[in-house]
């Protein structure tokens, strides 16, 4: 399955719409857009993952890079995570003490 990427502004967020299987052969796309949207300026960015179907090891080492790239530059990155089995991903990993999870983008934005 492919990887789907699509980028959109909400209320001084960027907004990363993420469909597919984050795995290793589609991680490469996803780290690039991230990379892109801070360089960009973008320092308060949203990672919806309600559309992703598998997520690994190297999808979360991505996403932790991420994070660490944006708190760098005095921000932070936000996920929507509302699909049971990607949520025990993080649950399993210890990552819901790192990143923010939220139900939907909404919540995300008025948590700021």
Same mark, same amino acid.
């Given at each position: 399955?492919? @990887?789907?990427?699509?980028?959109?502004?909400?209320?001084?967020?960027?907004?990363? *719409?993420?469909?597919?299987?984050?795995?290793?052969?589609?991680?490469?796309?996803?780290?690039?857009?991230?990379?892109?949207?801070? *360089?960009?300026?973008?320092?308060?960015?949203?990672?919806?993952?309600?559309?992703?179907?598998?997520?690994?090891?190297?999808?979360?080492?991505?996403?932790?890079?991420?994070?660490?790239?944006?708190?760098?530059?005095?921000?932070?990155?936000? @996920?929507?995570?509302?699909?049971?089995?990607?949520?025990?991903?993080?649950?399993?990993?210890?990552?819901?003490?790192?990143?923010?999870?939220?139900?939907?983008?909404?919540? *995300?934005?008025?948590?700021?």
């Amino acid at each position: 399955m492919d @990887l789907g990427l699509d980028v959109q502004e909400r209320d001084g967020f960027a907004v990363l *719409a993420v469909s597919g299987e984050v795995d290793v052969a589609t991680v490469p796309r996803l780290r690039e857009q991230l990379h892109g949207l801070v *360089a960009q300026g973008s320092n308060k960015i949203i990672v919806n993952l309600d559309g992703v179907d598998f997520l690994d090891s190297t999808g979360l080492g991505v996403l932790v890079g991420a994070l660490k790239r944006v708190r760098s530059n005095d921000g932070d990155l936000y @996920l929507v995570c509302t699909q049971p089995r990607i949520r025990k991903v993080f649950e399993v990993t210890g990552l819901t003490k790192v990143f923010s999870l939220f139900d939907t983008v909404d919540d *995300a934005v008025a948590s700021s």
